[in-house]
C-alpha cells in the first residue's frame, strides 16, 4: 500500500517569505500527484496536479511543485507567500493500478500560518 | 456548473444508531469517491463508486458501506455508530480515472 509524509506539520511564515513544503510518497509504480489546500472553514480545492510530462507544475494563486521521480518527491513552492495563504495543505497520491480507479492518499498536512 | 453537494451538513447521532450521508457530484462526472477526516487519523479514503459498482475500498470495518444510483448520486451508510465514527466525511467527484476530486464542503457527523 502507499503512503505520503509531509514533513512539516507546522509551518510559520512572515508576508513575502518564501515557501517550501515536503511531500514524499511510498509507491514504486506510476502515480498521479496532487496537492489541495483547505483554508479555514472552506472545503478541499485543488492547488496543482501532475500526471505527466514536465515535472515542475504550475498551479492557482502563485503556487508551483516539482516532481522528483527518483526521491519520490512532490514538493510545492511559492516565492512570496501571503497573508491569504493561511491554510492547510494536503498532498495527495493517486497510484495509478490496473484498478484505473480514484483512490486518493493524503499526506497528514501542513498547517501555513503567514503573520501579516 | 455546480460543485459537490452534500446533505446533511451536520448530524448529531447516538451510539449505536445508524446514519446516512448522501452526496450528489458534478453534473458528467462519474465516479464518487468518500473519505473520513479526523484530528487523529487525518484524511482516509473509505470508498469510490463507479457507474453503480464500488471500484475501490478503504481499510474501514464493514459497518461503513456505500451506494451510487444510477444518476451518480451517491449514499454512505454508517450502522451501530461508535464515538470514534465522529468525523468530517468528505465526498468527491472525479471526471475519469485517476483524474483529479473535486471536494464537497463535507457532512459533520458527532457522535454521543
Known amino acids: 500500500a502507499q503512503s505520503v509524509s509531509q514533513h512539516n506539520h507546522h509551518v510559520i511564515l512572515s508576508e513575502a517569505a518564501s515557501l517550501e513544503l515536503g511531500c514524499n510518497y511510498s509507491?514504486?509504480?506510476?502515480?498521479?500527484l496532487f496537492w489541495y489546500v483547505q483554508y479555514p472553514g472552506q472545503h478541499l480545492q485543488l492547488l496543482l496536479k501532475?500526471?505527466?510530462?514536465?515535472?515542475l507544475v504550475k498551479g492557482i494563486k502563485g503556487f508551483e511543485a516539482e516532481f522528483i521521480k527518483s526521491k519520490f518527491s512532490f514538493n510545492l513552492r511559492k516565492p512570496s507567500v501571503q497573508w491569504s495563504d493561511t491554510a492547510e495543505y494536503f498532498c495527495a497520491v493517486n497510484a495509478l493500478n490496473n484498478n484505473a480507479g480514484n483512490m486518493l492518499t493524503f499526506g497528514g498536512g501542513t498547517r501555513l500560518m503567514v503573520k501579516p | 456548473k455546480a460543485g459537490v453537494t452534500q446533505t446533511p451538513r451536520y448530524l448529531i447521532k447516538t451510539r449505536g444508531q445508524q446514519v446516512t450521508l448522501s452526496c450528489s457530484p458534478i453534473s458528467g462526472h462519474r465516479s464518487v469517491s468518500w473519505y473520513q477526516q479526523t484530528p487523529g487519523q487525518g484524511l482516509q479514503f473509505l470508498f469510490e463508486?463507479?457507474?453503480?459498482?464500488?471500484?475501490n475500498k478503504g481499510n474501514f470495518p464493514g459497518r461503513f458501506s456505500g451506494r451510487q444510483f444510477s444518476n451518480s448520486r451517491s449514499e454512505m451508510n454508517v450502522s451501530t455508530l461508535e464515538l470514534g465514527d465522529s468525523a468530517l466525511y468528505l465526498c468527491a467527484s472525479s471526471p475519469g480515472p485517476g483524474t483529479e476530486a473535486f471536494f464537497g464542503q463535507g457532512t459533520r457527523l458527532t457522535v454521543v
Open positions: 463508486y463507479f457507474s453503480e459498482t464500488q471500484r
Open positions: 501532475y500526471f505527466s510530462g514536465d515535472p
Open positions: 509507491y514504486g509504480g506510476t502515480v498521479n
